[in-house]
């Protein structure tokens, strides 16, 4: 982890004013935020553990709990809004019993929120490990989730 | 390393050098590759039109460029034909082969894959012929359908850094700012304070070194042209930054961008370092003694950080929190020194001012807002997309001409301009000329360019709740009217979609709404409660069927509303049994069928489900 860190900070000349992009580096090595690489990071940088902290709770990219194997971002802009991303949302809360923001007990689904994507044509967005998926529907939505393996329960009784 | 360029006269001789190399009459098939078509696959289009190319031999007789975002999102993907600039949409990979025999190589048009009108029914052949963009005036954007981003020969061989050559080369800096005052731009991220008095005001603040930002933190739910420029035309904003710092004296620069849009950052990054390479960027440009360099700096998805101060924190590796502004950023900004921050799509004006002269400019737009504006215009609207339209331009003409009208025959009810701090403007006033002054006026504000249509499934009580959830947790809490404020206002609304709210309600959220304006250090806090004002000015009748018959007209808000099954409609398919997760739509195949209100837990499943339009919300 020591050595990890010392090549991201060196690639911003060490420079405590890229904290927040050393830090998303950081989260991109290890998923999250660990402690403990906050504190290799304050170390390094020779910045407060305090100031790392305030930092790291302060922005909305930034995890300190470990996320899903599998991430899902839903859009809620105005443009995805106005088209029904609420009633998606519900819909993904009520099969992973999460709310937005949190990971499943078994870390394979973390589902989040996000402000706008800027793929507004495409709306409501629903990004899958980074794939895009677009004019999300209910439907749409549960079936991607069967094929990372969440067994949506619904009535499929043939008659 | 390329050798520098080492004088204006240099650059110009190269930039014809590189126009004499391209010939215009060799066929061109530019594919939009920007993030909206990117979504729709278009990768896998690129990798089939270069398979093809290869395949058939035909490298160096038909070019092929993936370029930035062409604006017109909703018929993506899409690509344009040069020289004749045929436009074909909604392309698919199996339309390649036949695209580059027939159109190509043939001259023929394939009609399916032409843009249909949807009001003559006829198919349309030349991109400049489809109304969406046959109505706009693309001097900043319009350059994205013509270049690789990634290509700064393709920008110099357009006539890019002309303008940089041009003010370096005979013009002093005082005379540059003098230009941006005369063409009267203003600030395009939304405050829209005039930009050449705030270049004047950091050029005399004392203190060194002077920074010169480029403010891409674009936050507004439901804006990306900032994105688009940065994605599809990186240079023209590099070149804004250089000739705005050549004027102001500053040898620092700083591009704050949003870590979400990841092809803006490689594109802008990309853009930097060909610059340098070239001597456009870094120690004596253009052989002048004029020095600049420029670093990128990664937001951390904070709204509140598109704010100056906030973002200066943000670059200074602080929490992003404004600060009180009657010391103004050009005098202390970034670390306390001279700042002058502006928007992505502001600097992108600035090479136009200066190549075509600042009374050409002047003579765009309306008394005090000159130029054009990128517009995302988006929500319940036909054509989709990024347009560039002149100031003072109708509403009406963007929502109907341009963007084609509302989807489905429904009846428009709204336009949202300015992001959370904006406001909904109503029907009555879609003969409003589009500017600054005008849209300030109408309670709203131009902001940094979103336009969300709305139409009569959209209720304004959701709509002013939604910006107020939203800016309830972009409040960065320092000032407690914002953090508080926000708060118990959304509350309030809360109640009111629960069908519990009170006449009394519209008076204190309007009170409220002014406290919090008048209490907050920021624009944040400062227009916040513009959504729920317009909302109560224009849509007062939707408060009060919430509040007095506890109906919400729209049909939006769980608690006011009840699904039913109309039996007329009902063909008995079972649609919308099979999808409802509680058991609520019951009914035997082929019999008409019915939703337990006791078990309905209202996720909109069946009504989505349904073909045949049998599901009622009321």
Not at chain 2, 42 to 50: A, M, P, Y
Not at chain 2, 251 to 270: C, D, F, M, Q, W
Request: proline share 5%; with cysteine.
């Amino acid at each position: 982890m020591e050595a990890k860190i010392a090549e991201i900070v060196s690639k911003y000349q060490s420079n405590p004013g890229f904290l927040v992009p050393i830090l998303q580096d950081v989260q991109k090595a290890f998923n999250y935020l660990p402690r403990e690489a906050l504190q290799e990071v304050g170390t390094q940088l020779k910045v407060p553990i305090s100031r790392i902290f305030e930092v790291a709770t302060f922005y909305k990219a930034f995890s300190l709990t470990p996320r899903g194997r599998h991430q899902m971002h839903l859009c809620v802009g105005t443009a995805c809004h106005v088209r029904g991303a609420a009633m998606i949302g519900d819909g993904i809360e009520r099969v992973l019993e999460i709310k937005a923001g949190e990971t499943t007990a078994d870390l394979e689904f973390t589902f989040e929120t996000v402000n706008c994507l800027g793929a507004c044509a495409l709306g409501p967005v629903l990004v899958v490990d980074e794939e895009y998926h677009g004019q999300m529907t209910l439907a749409k939505a549960n079936k991607i989730l069967n094929k990372l393996g969440k067994k949506v329960v619904s009535d499929e009784e043939e008659d | 390393m390329k050798k520098k360029i080492e004088s204006p006269a240099e650059l110009t001789r190269l930039q014809s050098e590189l126009k004499g190399r391209i010939d215009p009459a060799q066929p061109c098939i530019a594919i939009c590759a920007g993030t909206g078509c990117m979504a729709y696959g278009t990768q896998k289009i690129v990798d089939r039109f270069r398979e093809e190319i290869q395949a058939r031999g035909l490298e160096g007789q038909v070019a092929f460029r993936t370029t930035g975002c062409h604006g017109f999102c909703e018929k993506g993907p899409m690509v344009v034909i040069h020289p004749d600039r045929i436009f074909y949409q909604r392309i698919g990979i199996d339309d390649v082969p036949e695209i580059i025999e027939k159109t190509v190589l043939g001259q023929e048009v394939i009609e399916r894959l032409l843009y249909k009108d949807p009001v003559t029914k006829q198919r349309i052949v030349h991109e400049h012929e489809v109304p969406f963009y046959g109505r706009q005036m693309r001097l900043v954007f319009g350059s994205n359908g013509l270049i690789e981003p990634t290509s700064i020969e393709d920008y110099l061989a357009i006539g890019g850094y002309s303008a940089l050559a041009k003010a370096i080369g005979g013009m002093a800096p005082q005379a540059v700012i003098d230009a941006v005052i005369t063409a009267k731009l203003r600030g395009r991220g939304g405050g829209g304070f005039p930009t050449g008095w705030k270049w004047d005001a950091t050029r005399k603040a004392e203190g060194d070194p002077k920074y010169v930002i480029c403010n891409a933190d674009e936050g507004d739910p439901g804006a990306y042209m900032d994105r688009s420029l940065l994605e599809g035309n990186p240079h023209s904003v590099l070149e804004g930054m250089i000739i705005g710092a050549y004027a102001i004296g500053s040898s620092h620069g700083y591009i704050y961008v949003r870590n979400e849009y990841p092809l803006a950052v490689k594109n802008i990054t990309l853009a930097i370092e060909q610059a340098r390479d070239l001597g456009l960027v870094g120690e004596n440009i253009l052989g002048s003694g004029f020095s600049f360099d420029i670093l990128i700096n990664r937001g951390g998805g904070a709204f509140v950080c598109g704010e100056s101060s906030a973002l200066f924190a943000s670059i200074e590796g602080r929490a992003g929190e404004p600060r009180a502004k009657y010391v103004h950023a050009t005098d202390k900004g970034l670390y306390d020194k001279p700042t002058c921050l502006n928007n992505v799509e502001t600097w992108a004006n600035v090479p136009l001012i200066i190549d075509k002269g600042a009374d050409w400019y002047a003579g765009i737009g309306t008394e005090n807002s000159k130029g054009t504006k990128i517009f995302s215009l988006v929500g319940k609207i036909n054509n989709t997309g990024l347009v560039e339209v002149p100031m003072g331009i109708t509403l009406r003409e963007i929502v109907y001409d341009i963007g084609g009208g509302i989807p489905k025959g429904r009846k428009f009810k709204a336009v949202q301009t300015g992001g959370p701090s904006g406001g909904c403007i109503p029907e009555a006033h879609l003969d409003s000329p589009v500017d600054f002054d005008e849209l300030t006026k109408l309670g709203s504000m131009m902001g940094s360019g979103g336009m969300i249509v709305m139409d009569d499934r959209n209720c304004m009580v959701d709509v002013a709740k939604y910006f107020l959830a939203f800016l309830e947790g972009e409040s960065c809490g320092k000032c407690t009217p914002c953090r508080e404020g926000i708060l118990q206002m959304r509350k309030i609304l809360e109640r009111i979609c629960q069908g519990e709210g009170r006449m009394e309600d519209l008076d204190t959220l309007q009170w409220m709404g002014q406290a919090i304006a008048d209490g907050s250090l920021c624009a944040l806090g400062g227009s916040a409660p513009n959504p729920v004002l317009t909302t109560i000015r224009y849509f007062r009748d939707e408060y009060e069927a919430h509040i007095k018959d506890k109906k919400c007209p729209a049909g939006v808000c769980k608690a006011l509303i009840t699904f039913s099954v109309d039996p007329e409609a009902c063909t008995g398919c079972r649609a919308c049994a099979r999808v409802c997760p509680t058991e609520a739509a019951t009914g035997k195949k082929k019999e008409v069928h019915t939703i337990d209100a006791a078990k309905c837990i209202k996720c909109g499943a069946c009504f989505e489900a349904c073909k045949f339009d049998a599901i009622k919300i009321a």
